[in-house]
């Protein structure tokens, strides 16, 4: 089983930097050309549309299961009988998405807070096209999910990064010819529509037997329910988790402490982002080596996966925590101690999920361990929500972050990694070693020369960042490459530079 772990990760990377590219020069143009008040009804717009993608109730991640599991190659009939099941509901659950646009269109006056009546009139007619358009994209929301359970994420990366570029360009021609949003909104949604339905030609290409139709099988809506129930309460669970405490320090603390929360988090999720672009690559890897009864193999990609997550997000989230204020000052012309303490205290509770929790999720997920891995996310959101409702007030926003933190260092010591390492058989002192203590040792030397360029030398701004921190990267992955075999690095340049190693 051949899996392209590495074009995945490299268009991964390209996917998000041109999503990243694209996010900041529509968000500029829509602010130049009309105004922060149009800006902010597109926001708005986006938002309504990531709460109509709770109605998929994790029936993507179920095609992606299946997709991962060979049900293709095992039993053709059944892959078919399958995915037009969860295309029949998605279709379904479009037409409410449609009804329910139609139906609040008739009150956005209270919920935009609009009261001119041409304003109003504008706002209804952006909202009823965006909800009608979101209605008859969500479908084939399935698409992108199939690619992935193929271990095709790379072609859905290549799909999506051409999307998005012509997006951009198409987006420049309507501003320049003086448009205003609505055709900016059917622009975007034809795009998003012509993309997944590309990823929908693709699929078809790659299974020839797959037969895609509008039917109903109720035993297969069975099989699919008791899985994408768990995942979907999974993913109820995360939004209370991620969502909940801005909402509750808004309550207790006041808008402008939700600015400072809100920005604390901004260098962690763009560390994030730099760190995360591997992890895509666990469940479809999971789903087909459980399938196939590689276990032991399996065990040994998580426990690999593990380590790569931990020694990129140690590396990065270090550097990023020694350089967090002129970092802040750089992005967002910001000196703040308090904004700079919070923000290191969010690069360390990046870490350990990072590090120890992502990884083993999808390892349970697709390993028919997903009522474990839900249970795990109910009590994790339990407890921050209770602990966040009795100290918020009296402790300030800083102890949402604490919060947090210890409750993940608890769970993950107590519940997760005691089960996982049972499931994938890896002695306790391998683990520790290979996670943490590698990455806390190569990165000792980096932070001392951080130290050095701060406390010796005095370089500041953009002078500490590029110096410092191009300098503490290179002595850092210079420290980890002693920590790989031999053997695992002459494999990875083989993947990398064939023709260069052929040569010598």
Known sequence: MKIPVIKNTVTNYLNAGVRLLQGILISRWIIGYLGMEYYGLWTLLWSFFVYALLLDFGCGVSAQKYTSGGLYEKNPGKYSRVLSTIFTFHSAMALIIALLTFLFSFFLSGLL????????????????????????????????????????????????????????????????????????????????????????????????????????????????????????????????????????????????????????????????????????????????????????????????????????????????????????????????????????????????????????????????RHRFATGVIIAEAAANLILNLLLLKPFGMRVVIWNGLVIKIIIAAVIILPYLLRCIRIPVGEFLGKIFLQPFLAGIPAVLYLLLMTRSLHLDGWLLVIFGGTGAGMIYLFLISFFVPRSQKKRYLNKILPGFLRKT
């Open 113 to 368: 807070d609009i009261h001119d009546p041409e304003k109003l009139e504008y706002a209804r007619k952006c909202f009823l096209l965006f909800g009608f358009g979101a209605a008859l994209l969500f479908p084939t929301g399935m698409f992108p999910e199939i690619l992935v359970g193929g271990q095709k994420i790379y072609l859905r990366n290549y799909i999506i990064i051409v999307a998005k570029v012509i997006e951009l360009i198409g987006i420049l021609v309507i501003f320049s010819l003086g448009a205003a949003l609505i055709p900016l909104i059917v622009f975007s949604m034809l795009v998003s529509l012509g993309t997944n339905l590309t990823m929908g030609g693709c699929i078809l290409k790659l299974h020839p037997k797959l037969k895609l139709r509008l039917k109903w099988d109720r035993e297969c809506w069975k099989e699919i329910a008791v899985f994408s129930g768990f995942v979907y309460l999974g993913s109820i669970a995360k939004l209370v988790l991620n969502r909940s405490s801005r909402l509750l320090i808004s309550i207790f603390c006041g808008v402008a402490s939700v600015g400072v929360f809100h920005l604390s988090s901004k260098i962690a999720d763009l560390s994030l982002i730099a760190v995360s672009q591997y992890q895509e690559n666990i469940s479809p890897i999971s789903g087909a080596l459980y399938k196939r009864g590689k276990y032991s193999v399996l065990g040994r990609i998580i426990l690999g996966s593990m380590r790569w997550n931990s020694f990129t997000a140690f590396g990065v989230m270090m550097i990023a925590y020694m350089l967090a204020e002129p970092l802040l000052w750089i992005l967002f012309k910001v000196r703040d101690p308090e904004v700079t303490s919070l923000s290191r205290l969010f690069l360390i509770s990046y870490y350990l999920s990072t590090a120890v929790r992502d990884v083993p999720h999808s390892f349970f997920v697709m390993t028919e």
